[in-house]
């Protein structure tokens, strides 16, 4: 962690957040948040102790000042599902899930049983996230005790909220990254006992699937979750129709394939699955019953193939539902290009997605999600100054949409802030991204305010 002591800051631009769920799929301001041209101030702590308007308030001398005028700024995304080993083969061609895993994704986390790669790999990961205006994140290492380590020591320098835990991977895989249910069982003890609640890190019982985890496994993986409360839980569950089916035959008692994970005690309000593409009404049902969520991977869907998320039902049966990368079968950190990814897949089922709601899920609905909205996701006065500031327009063809949406282009009425918001979220990417602070502290970012 940085020892340095941090001076109350004052940050000015257009500040955007959520203080309630907007109303689904509607372009109405319900829940929104939008103070044009204000001050965001934080205190020496990196918590959030007010907003107050540019034009009638100035920060006093005691304040460092940070004048990102003209800029959005939000809270800092979570990416609720991502796979930092996998920086190593994203953008690889042409496999479905099962494919991709055995041609691409094992090969590369072999390598994290050095744990001098798995520290470089961690300070990549977390820096390219901090780059793409992500600032807390729930991660996949590999089954090696190394790599989870390398990235809470990593998480912890920069000062991030993270949620990881050693994989679990006891067969179906290949030598190298299969472990014992007893080895796990000591390495996953050893870890929460030194990282989690230590700082801003938690940690998560991570089953790679249940493919790769015998029953006795899940038994040890739900037993680890009874024996010390407030741990996370991750896995993958009916991503593909092919990897459904395999379940089904690994596990003919099973009702379905979330319900071999309800079976081992697995599901509760901080379990975390993503996907969930090819789910029933009783697996939503029970998503809702138990509190879980489906971590929502849009862009790793379309790329692989695997299939088209229904959020419509999820709505339906009360779930809840974040959004994820997915990274690498999704192709991107950034969490706007996923949203982009978000709303067409929806549009393809029929449904029109708001910037609003695709927003929220990224921001204060995975904190809410994770059971963090005390900390995370919004700027409310006491939350830590996890903050992302952008530019709403990069290039000709932005700042021409961007001049159209403001009213600035003559003979054309300016639009609606949703309008605005919608423009910019289709077409930003990391490139507009200005600052990413992090308890108010700077991390990354490309300019545009002292």
């Given at each position: 962690m940085t020892s340095s002591a941090l001076a109350p800051q004052a940050l000015r631009a257009d500040l955007l957040d959520f203080t309630a769920?907007?109303?689904?799929?509607?372009?109405?301001?319900?829940?929104?948040?939008f103070r044009p041209d204000h001050w965001l101030l934080v205190g020496a702590d990196g918590r959030i102790q007010g907003a107050e308007p540019a034009a009638t308030f100035t920060p006093g001398p005691d304040w460092q000042q940070h004048d990102h005028r003209g800029h959005l700024l939000m809270p800092g995304f979570i990416d609720t599902h991502v796979h930092a080993p996998q920086l190593d083969v994203i953008a690889s061609w042409g496999a479905t899930l099962l494919d991709w895993l055995n041609t691409y994704t094992f090969p590369a986390e072999q390598r994290y049983a050095d744990p001098a790669v798995a520290a470089e790999g961690a300070a990549r990961f977390l820096d390219a996230l901090l780059a793409h205006g992500t600032t807390a994140a729930v991660v996949f290492p590999t089954v090696h005790r190394a790599s989870a380590e390398a990235l809470f020591e990593a998480a912890s320098q920069r000062g991030m909220r993270l949620i990881t835990g050693k994989v679990l991977m006891n067969r179906h895989a290949p030598e190298g990254l299969r472990d014992d249910v007893d080895g796990a069982r000591a390495d996953c003890e050893a870890l929460i006992q030194r990282w989690h609640g230590q700082g801003r890190n938690a940690y998560a019982v991570t089953v790679r699937f249940a493919v790769t985890s015998t029953p006795e496994q899940l038994a040890m993986a739900g037993e680890l979750g009874r024996h010390h409360p407030g741990l996370y839980m991750q896995t993958h569950v009916a991503e593909n129709r092919d990897e459904v089916a395999w379940v089904a035959r690994l596990f003919p008692e099973a009702r379905s394939y979330l319900d071999v994970y309800h079976r081992a005690g697995l599901l509760h309000e901080r379990a975390v699955l993503a996907h969930g593409i090819w789910l029933d009404a009783q697996d939503r049902a029970l998503l809702?019953?138990?509190?879980?969520?489906?971590?929502?991977?849009?862009?790793?869907?379309?790329?692989l193939?695997?299939?088209?998320?229904?959020w419509q039902a999820a709505v339906d049966s009360g779930h809840g539902v974040s959004i994820a990368s997915d990274v690498g079968g999704g192709t991107s950190l950034s969490l706007t290009r996923t949203l982009a990814e978000a709303y067409k897949v929806q549009a393809l089922r029929g449904t029109t997605l708001s910037a609003w709601t695709l927003l929220h899920a990224a921001t204060r609905g995975a904190a809410e999600a994770l059971?963090?909205?005390?900390?995370?996701g919004h700027l409310d006065p006491g939350a830590t100054a996890d903050l992302a500031v952008w530019r709403w327009a990069e290039g000709p063809v932005g700042h021409h949409r961007d001049a159209v949406a403001t009213g600035a282009v003559p003979g054309l009425a300016a639009q609606?802030?949703?309008?605005?918001?919608?423009a910019w979220l289709t077409l930003a990417d990391e490139r507009q991204l200005a600052a990413t602070y992090v308890a108010g502290r700077r991390r990354a970012g490309r300019g545009g305010g002292g």
């Open positions: 769920p907007p109303s689904w799929g509607s372009p109405t301001l319900q829940g929104v948040r809702r019953d138990t509190g879980a969520h489906i971590a929502h991977s849009p862009s790793s869907n379309l790329f193939g695997s299939g088209l998320f229904d059971g963090l909205s005390r900390e995370i609606p802030l949703h309008a605005r918001v919608f």
